[in-house]
């Protein structure tokens, strides 16, 4: 299997470095980790190469499936097969108990009644003093960290007004009310942020 014959997205191939060093830092060597929207498997497989103590579950939507199997299976074999997850159906979502919930670049794909459902249901599964880990993109309010992430946020609006950038605090404060507690805001490269959120003990 070559790596032309793989579902790719050369964003997740330039993010991956930066968020697995912020990931080595926070999550234990043998964590068990569940993935949300894991798109194209590259950040999994990544993950796994740099920690391959992780149990890292990958999900998403069912047409996605296939492709993140064809990546498990050339590059991370030791890795589950990924598991059909709609964040809106309770029922999708594994028990566990999970160490950590890692999400990249979805919050701004789905509607937004969806962000509480993911914060809810992430809330239940995660073990006390677990991690809530979510990539991506935010706007303060009104304002963006950058003139291209507006831009950005216009094209996804015009594609569905569903989508969008997400407004930070507004996530804080949904998380807030599942349960989690801000622990950090980390600024990323092209104008991302990585939020971690810990689960009360
Ligand atoms: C922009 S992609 C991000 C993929 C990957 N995490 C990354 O950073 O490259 C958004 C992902 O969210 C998934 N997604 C959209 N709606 C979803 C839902 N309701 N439940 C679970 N995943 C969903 C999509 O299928 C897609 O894989």
């Known amino acids: 299997m070559t790596e032309n014959s793989l579902t790719h997205s050369p964003a997740a191939e330039r993010n991956r470095i930066p968020i697995g060093e912020v990931l080595g830092r926070w999550?234990?060597?043998?964590?068990?980790?569940?993935?949300?929207?894991?798109?194209?498997?590259?950040?999994?497989a990544w993950f796994h190469e740099l920690m391959p103590g992780l149990t890292w579950q990958t999900t998403?939507?069912?047409e996605?499936?296939?492709a993140i199997r064809t990546r498990l299976k050339a590059e991370a074999p030791?890795?589950?097969?990924?598991?059909?997850?709609d964040v809106m159906h309770s029922g999708?979502?594994?028990?566990?108990?999970?160490?950590?919930?890692y999400t990249a670049?979805?919050?701004?794909?789905?509607?937004w009644d969806h962000t509480p459902a993911l914060l809810r249901a992430a809330g239940e599964r995660v073990a006390a003093g677990g991690l809530l880990v979510i990539y991506g993109p935010f706007r303060d309010g009104e304002a963006f960290d950058a003139e291209s992430n507006r831009r950005f946020d216009e094209q996804l609006r015009q594609r569905n007004p569903d989508m969008g950038l997400r407004d930070i605090l507004k996530v804080r404060r949904m998380a807030e009310d599942s349960g989690w507690t801000a622990e950090a805001e980390i600024a990323m490269p092209a104008n991302n942020r990585l939020l971690?959120?810990?689960k009360s003990e």
């Not at 030791?78 to 997850?85: F, N, T």
């Open 27 to 44: 999550l234990a060597r043998d964590a068990r980790v569940l993935e949300i929207g894991s798109g194209t498997g590259q950040h999994a």
């Open 64 to 66: 996605n499936l296939e």
């Open 92 to 101: 999708d979502w594994p028990e566990g108990p999970w160490d950590a919930v």
């Open 78 to 85: 030791a890795l589950p097969a990924p598991l059909a997850l």
């Open 105 to 111: 670049n979805t919050l701004h794909i789905m509607p």
């Open 60 to 62: 998403d939507l069912p």
């Open 196 to 198: 971690i959120f810990r």
